[in-house]
């Protein structure tokens, strides 16, 4: 089993950059592929990007294509989004996500861990 806390969200203009951090307790992180998922207000959570249990391989939703990058670091137990050129429908709850199966998916039913979000809000 393995615990996910997110932290880093915040406010931030249209244009800027946010980094969100999940750092997850045990010691068998490097064996989950990750993902990160959001909520905007009055809509379904939807799939942001996804990383390989190496970090080798990520993918990503097209609207983030380009201006997201999902990574991890197995020494620190922690996955991170950097999100540049950030828009106001950016706004969301930010949560992160481990699956235990293979392979990575974009799939909320898929994950079988969830952090509790950080939000952030991109203003215009």
């Known amino acids: 089993q393995v615990q996910l806390v997110e932290s880093g969200g915040g406010l931030v203009q249209a244009g800027g950059s946010l980094r969100v951090s999940c750092a997850a307790s045990g010691r068998t992180f490097s064996s989950y592929r990750m993902g990160w998922f959001r909520q905007a207000p009055g809509k379904e959570r939807e799939f942001v990007a996804a990383i390989s249990r190496s970090g080798g391989s990520t993918y990503y939703r097209d609207s983030v294509k380009g201006r997201f990058t999902i990574s991890r670091d197995n020494a620190k137990n922690t996955v991170y989004l950097q999100m540049n050129s950030l828009k106001p429908e950016d706004t969301a709850d930010y949560y992160c996500?481990?699956?235990?199966?293979?392979?990575?998916?974009?799939?909320?039913?898929?994950?079988?861990?969830w952090g509790q979000g950080t939000q952030v809000t991109v203003s215009s």
């Open positions: 996500a481990a699956r235990t199966g293979t392979p990575f998916s974009i799939r909320e039913s898929d994950y079988d861990y």
